[in-house]
């Protein structure tokens, strides 16, 4: 179909596409090798099937917006297909008479992909563009509060209707020059709606006109594609890489919430944290690229959502478009002109985090925004002693006392008094070690659970013990502040102590405590068989070693699901098992599993002041319960219970919350 010098003409645009293509790659390399760490390439491997099965299958996608998810599908899939139809299309023009896969069973299949897909792609992006420009809902908006970088505010329409109006051009030129040469070739059932215009098109046209068409057409099809390549990696429709490249180096974690550990022996570390965009991980370089910009973390963020300034996707979005700026220079290893809290998220946003991890959840392409902001936290209390002051009495708190609330050692056991539970001390070899915890020990309102608890244990005849006066915080408050020395510090102190005592099992009623142990001392040298108190109690019902009398409900209960006991760790079938055991009769939440709303107590929210907003977040979840018509909320965690509970305070006809050892030791026969 080309001539000699057309042909010739492609080569050197398709030269020039390769060289502005691998300068491009070449940019980017550098940007990510600045990042802190560097990616396991053996992973890749591992993860590469199950990468390209989410990627291809979209799946991660689906798990959201099901009407839009399939419009994003329809453009998605078309485009990955374009890939093999533009290498047909070049060979097609170059080659006379060439059919490419053939005119067979493999040829006609192609034929029709192509034809459905593309139709499917010019559907797709017109309901995207619709639903951007003229729909314009608040899903895709972010809060004139919220910072966002001047080229992203005004960038983002401007960049999504650029690629839009490309994709469109792109495949309704190819569509149109395949109908063009249907028109002179004849129909082909392999490609209806092609063959459709192609009728059309050869009623109206006379065979020049049909040959130039289709010739224009090729041009203007391939050499958009050509065109938009060298362009592709500077937006955000670059995510079609970097998506499934993410997925394939994803790191390998324990828990979306297990942080990297930091060596503070190590003399030859300048900085720890991340205040400029090179000291964040190369992964969270990487997530820059890979953000859709879908506002879905924005959706789910507790904070975003009860009126605070912090937004995961302006996070990921001010990095990109920040990268697009500066990154040349930072590929060059000079430091980035301004530090993350002048561009990237300010330091309000910072500590609004509850570090729920719900924006990990909710991204469909693996982001992990929570881990840059506690990393910034990092930076902040480490390198710059920057830190809400009401932390303060915290980190004094745990330094001086090893818990939060202050109180000495030799009154951690006053939560027992009355009570037949053993310590370690006297009672060394147990089948259980209980970790209390500090809110168990200390807060009046989490002792009514450590009591019912201990009840329980009792009346179920548990060989088990405390630690007692030996048992510190387990410092996860710390670690989620920032203050990564002091949790480090107790980290050391505990895993001591939990090896010298080397206990066969671990239970405890704190989901935070839970996930330390379990997750997070495993850097530190403690690996330990951790439960939870749902679990162990699940046990012990279905042993029969608890006899339970059916609780008497005057109305609905509905379960919170902590977000270290769920998301976090997993765990969401034992606690409801437990609660239809005692006979309870449960009703879901809207928003509950993986997809729970949090209750505001977590990365440290618990002993700091909440940031402005329009209500609080404790506020927000229990409004959810009252909307569901419960008169019971059944919680897992002590901290839920004491942010709930004082949310409730100042509510008309709350919901009674207890927890489920509460729920449980009230309903013992």
């Avoid at 390439?41 to 299958?57: E, S």
């Avoid at 059919?99 to 139709?119: C, E, I, K, P, T």
């Avoid at 506020?619 to 004082?646: I, K, N, T, Y």
Wanted: negative net charge.
């Amino acid at each position: 179909m080309l001539s000699l010098v057309e042909k010739y003409l492609f080569l050197l645009l398709a030269f020039l596409v390769a060289y502005l293509t691998l300068r491009a790659g070449q940019r980017l390399l550098g940007i990510f090798r600045r990042g802190a760490g560097q990616p396991d390439w053996r992973l890749a491997v591992r993860q590469l099937p199950i990468a390209l099965g989410r990627a291809l299958t979209f799946y991660d996608v689906f798990q959201a917006r099901p009407i839009v998810s399939i419009f994003h599908g329809m453009v998605g899939w078309g485009f990955l297909y374009y890939m093999l139809v533009n290498v047909g299309d070049v060979l097609t023009g170059f080659i006379a008479e060439f059919h490419f896969l053939g005119q067979g069973s493999l040829g006609n299949v192609y034929r029709l992909g192509a034809d459905v897909l593309s139709v499917a792609v010019i559907i797709g992006m017109i309901a995207l563009m619709v639903r951007r420009y003229i729909l314009r809902p608040d899903a895709l908006q972010t809060r004139d509060s919220t910072l966002l970088v001047d080229k992203a505010r005004h960038g983002i329409m401007r960049d999504s209707g650029l690629v839009g109006i490309f994709i469109l051009m792109h495949v309704g030129a190819r569509f149109l020059g395949e109908a063009f040469l249907l028109a002179q070739e004849g129909a082909d059932i392999w490609q209806p709606a092609a063959s459709l215009v192609g009728t059309w098109l050869g009623a109206s046209l006379t065979t020049a006109a049909l040959v130039t068409g289709q010739h224009i057409c090729w041009w203007l099809a391939i050499g958009l594609i050509m065109a938009f390549i060298p362009y592709f990696p500077y937006t955000k429709h670059f995510h079609l890489i970097m998506g499934p490249l993410n997925f394939i180096l994803h790191p390998e974690r324990r828990s979306p919430g297990d942080l990297d550990r930091l060596d503070f022996e190590d003399e030859t570390i300048e900085t720890f944290g991340a205040l400029r965009m090179e000291e964040l991980s190369w992964k969270g370089l990487l997530d820059a690229y890979a953000c859709i910009m879908c506002n879905r973390c924005q959706d789910a963020c507790p904070a975003y959502q009860t009126g605070k300034i912090l937004s995961p996707a302006a996070l990921e979005i001010n990095k990109r478009y920040t990268l697009n700026a500066i990154g040349t220079s930072l590929a060059q290893g000079k430091e980035s002109p301004q530090t993350l809290l002048e561009f990237a998220i300010p330091a309000e946003a910072v500590w609004a985090c509850t570090a729920c991890g719900a924006c990990i959840q909710a991204c469909p392409v693996g982001n992990e925004p929570m881990r840059d902001i506690l990393d910034i936290r990092r930076g902040l209390v480490l390198m710059e002693n920057s830190f809400p002051e009401t932390l303060q009495t915290t980190f004094r708190g745990m330094e001086r006392a090893a818990n939060p609330w202050n109180i000495a050692p030799d009154h951690r056991m006053d939560w027992a008094e009355g009570l037949t539970i053993p310590t370690i001390a006297n009672h060394p070899h147990p089948d259980i070690l209980w970790w209390v915890g500090c809110a168990p020990a200390t807060d009046p309102r989490a002792q009514k659970t450590a009591r019912a608890f201990a009840k329980l244990l009792i009346a179920a005849e548990v060989n088990v013990a405390v630690l007692g006066s030996e048992e510190r915080c387990t410092g996860d408050a710390a670690r989620r502040a920032g203050n990564e020395y002091l949790f480090d510090m107790l980290a050391q102190q505990n895993v001591a102590t939990l090896n010298r005592v080397n206990p066969a099992r671990i239970v405890t009623t704190c989901p935070h405590c839970y996930h330390t142990l379990a997750v997070e001392y495993q850097a530190f040298g403690g690996h330990y068989e951790v439960v939870h108190h749902s679990e162990l109690l699940l046990e012990l019902l279905q042993a029969g070693r608890l006899e339970v009398a059916p609780a008497m409900q005057s109305g609905d209960t509905v379960y919170h699901d902590p977000c270290y006991l769920g998301r976090m760790s997993g765990t969401y079938t034992a606690p409801r098992a437990v609660l239809q055991e005692a006979g309870i009769h449960l009703k879901e939440l809207p928003r509950s599993h993986e997809n729970a709303f949090c209750c505001g107590a977590g990365g440290a929210q618990m002993w700091k002041e909440e940031e402005q907003g329009a209500q609080r977040v404790s506020e927000a979840r229990l409004q959810e319960v009252q909307a569901a018509d419960a008169s019971l909320l059944a919680v897992a965690c002590p901290f839920c219970l004491m942010m709930l509970g004082d949310a409730a305070g100042g509510m008309d006809g709350a919901p009674e919350i207890l927890d489920l050892a509460e729920i449980l030791a009230d309903a013992l026969a």
